[in-house]
């Protein structure tokens, strides 16, 4: 008994002195530790970067002094409101819609519903200019467009282009919010970005990301367009089908690219989307409006892209720039001596080591101005200053109203696959139907005019020339052509010029 009284009397002390000594060493070092002067707060501090003269916010902890966390509301606040939704409706032409004789025959011809695409669009004027895709209102007989307010507008189509996939549309208004616009010669990849779009007639809608790549060519505006050029700007900022024609823009809020693709196995985004780079879209859009129509430059080259077997079969010191494949007999860059090998390496001082990036220099001018080209010939150096022309030869502007406005249409000469598919050797394509004398007589888009009044059609003059010929008041026959399905349609229509 008196053991177990001992026992228990020895664990009871052993408890309270352990007891004790725990709060001892508590107190003590809690102490220690709160005073302790080399601690770290866990507290975030704001930090301001000056970019191209604009601020830029982020936050750093002071113990990763290299992570940070950019804040993007300021370019999304400066863009939502510029971004619209664009509702384009058309009517399916005869070419466009499959019917069944047979029903027909038993029920009637059934009725055509009108199509609808949505895309979005860009206000880059406060009097209401807006700039999307081509591809969003390529057939639209109506456009309507919504603000990011819900104000609802109707919109006129100003003039398209689809070499570039860009078009023109205006509202009627004042005071709208618009954007402004960047530099996309200065954009670097790794850069961030954002696609502002507004798909789903909500609300504008803002996707983050970095500039993957420059001047990328994906092949995708060949089948519309005779002279396409593609120097798309690649993000892996998220954008969807109903983004075409919305704004890519950098920290600042500026606008750097219209929104344009992607490459997707489903159709909806997979990692990549695509833009044209604003500086293009400042010169098409100029264009447009002023002229009615792109004065599209050329430099009278075909070009290839340089890879080490060419280099060493040229015995050049270094791979960089374009390759001169060939030189058109007439054409601006044979004016000048410029030959076959040689490598195009600047185009007004700035780089080009792709045939896309060259494609996009070479676009953003016009026919009859001049520009500083630096190539590499036999590994030297050689400077070139060249007149551009247009595609037809000359350095003169070609304005759209010079046709439209008797006929209510403008063109393009067939390339040299269309010439195959028609098995035809001339033609001029109707690109583009107003009202006016050709819809009348119920000539439509697509169709590729071969003949008037049984003289040849090679080019766009040929048709102003008869047309003038014959003066306002006259009756002329139209000859035309066109694919649909499987077959190829022959018509002749009698066009009484207005």
């Keep these: 008994m008196i053991k177990t009284r001992t026992l228990i009397g020895n664990i009871a002390i052993a408890f309270l002195s352990a007891l004790i000594a725990v709060i001892v060493y508590s107190n003590f070092f809690h102490n220690k530790i709160i005073n302790k002067p080399n601690a770290v707060l866990q507290k975030q501090h704001t930090i301001s970067l000056l970019d191209d003269s604009n601020l830029v916010n982020y936050t750093q902890n002071p113990r990763t002094k290299t992570s940070q966390v950019f804040d993007f509301t300021v370019a999304a606040e400066k863009s939502i409101n510029a971004v619209v939704h664009v509702t384009s409706t058309y009517n399916l032409q005869n070419e466009d819609y499959y019917s069944n004789p047979i029903t027909e025959w038993l029920f009637g011809e059934a009725q055509r519903q009108p199509s609808v695409s949505f895309g979005s669009g860009v206000i880059i004027?406060?009097?209401?200019?807006?700039?999307?895709?081509?591809?969003?209102?390529?057939?639209?007989?109506?456009?309507?467009?919504?603000?990011?307010?819900?104000?609802?507008?109707?919109?006129?189509?100003?003039?398209?282009?689809?070499?570039?996939?860009?078009?023109?549309?205006?509202?009627?208004?004042?005071?709208?919010?618009?954007?402004?616009?960047?530099?996309?010669?200065?954009?670097?990849?790794?850069?961030?970005?954002?696609?502002?779009?507004?798909?789903?007639?909500?609300?504008?809608?803002?996707?983050?990301?970095?500039?993957?790549?420059?001047?990328?060519?994906?092949?995708?505006?060949?089948?519309?367009?005779?002279?396409?050029?593609?120097?798309?700007?690649?993000?892996?900022?998220?954008?969807?089908r109903g983004n075409s024609g919305g704004a890519l823009v950098n920290l600042n809020g500026d606008l750097i690219g219209i929104n344009s693709a992607i490459?997707?196995?489903?159709?909806?985004?997979?990692?990549?989307?695509?833009?044209?780079?604003?500086?293009?879209?400042?010169?098409?859009?100029?264009?447009?409006?002023?002229?009615?129509?792109?004065?599209?430059?050329?430099?009278?080259?075909?070009?290839?892209?340089?890879?080490?077997?060419?280099?060493?079969?040229?015995?050049?010191?270094?791979?960089?720039?374009?390759?001169?494949?060939?030189?058109?007999?007439?054409?601006?860059?044979?004016?000048?001596?410029?030959?076959?090998?040689?490598?195009?390496?600047?185009?007004?001082?700035?780089?080009?080591?792709?045939?896309?990036?060259?494609?996009?220099?070479?676009?953003?001018?016009?026919?009859?101005?001049?520009?500083?080209?630096?190539?590499?010939?036999?590994?030297?150096?050689?400077?070139?200053e060249v007149l551009l022309r247009n595609t037809l030869g000359t350095t003169k502007i070609i304005k759209t109203e010079e046709y439209l406005s008797i006929l209510g249409a403008s063109f393009k000469q067939i390339d040299a696959n269309e010439k195959h598919v028609f098995g035809i050797k001339n033609g001029v394509k109707i690109i583009d139907l107003k009202n006016g004398a050709l819809k009348q007589a119920g000539l439509k888009e697509g169709y590729v005019i071969t003949h008037i009044e049984n003289e040849k059609i090679t080019q766009i003059d040929d048709i102003k020339e008869i047309i003038n010929k014959k003066g306002k008041g006259a009756v002329v026959e139209f000859g035309a052509m066109y694919s649909g399905h499987k077959y190829i349609y022959v018509y002749r229509y009698k066009v009484k010029i207005e």
Excluded: C
Excluded at 152 to 170: H, Q, R
Excluded at 183 to 208: Q, R, Y
Excluded at 378 to 383: L, T
């Design 125 to 240: 004027s406060e009097d209401g200019y807006i700039v999307t895709n081509f591809h969003v209102v390529e057939k639209s007989s109506e456009i309507q467009i919504v603000l990011n307010d819900k104000r609802t507008f109707k919109a006129e189509l100003i003039g398209k282009d689809a070499g570039t996939d860009l078009a023109v549309l205006k509202v009627e208004s004042s005071n709208l919010p618009n954007i402004s616009f960047g530099n996309s010669d200065i954009l670097k990849v790794g850069e961030w970005v954002l696609a502002v779009g507004n798909p789903f007639n909500l609300t504008s809608t803002v996707t983050a990301g970095i500039v993957s790549a420059k001047a990328r060519n994906i092949n995708i505006l060949r089948e519309q367009s005779q002279y396409p050029i593609e120097s798309f700007i690649q993000t892996d900022a998220a954008v969807n």
């Design 263 to 384: 490459i997707s196995p489903s159709g909806s985004y997979s990692g990549y989307s695509f833009a044209v780079p604003v500086n293009l879209v400042k010169k098409v859009v100029t264009d447009i409006i002023k002229y009615g129509e792109v004065q599209r430059a050329v430099l009278g080259v075909s070009i290839n892209n340089i890879d080490s077997e060419k280099a060493d079969e040229l015995n050049l010191s270094k791979i960089e720039g374009v390759l001169i494949a060939d030189v058109t007999k007439d054409g601006a860059a044979n004016e000048v001596g410029l030959k076959v090998n040689d490598v195009i390496l600047e185009i007004n001082s700035i780089k080009v080591n792709s045939s896309a990036e060259l494609m996009e220099q070479i676009g953003k001018y016009h026919p009859g101005e001049t520009i500083n080209i630096t190539i590499n010939r036999n590994n030297k150096k050689k400077q070139f």
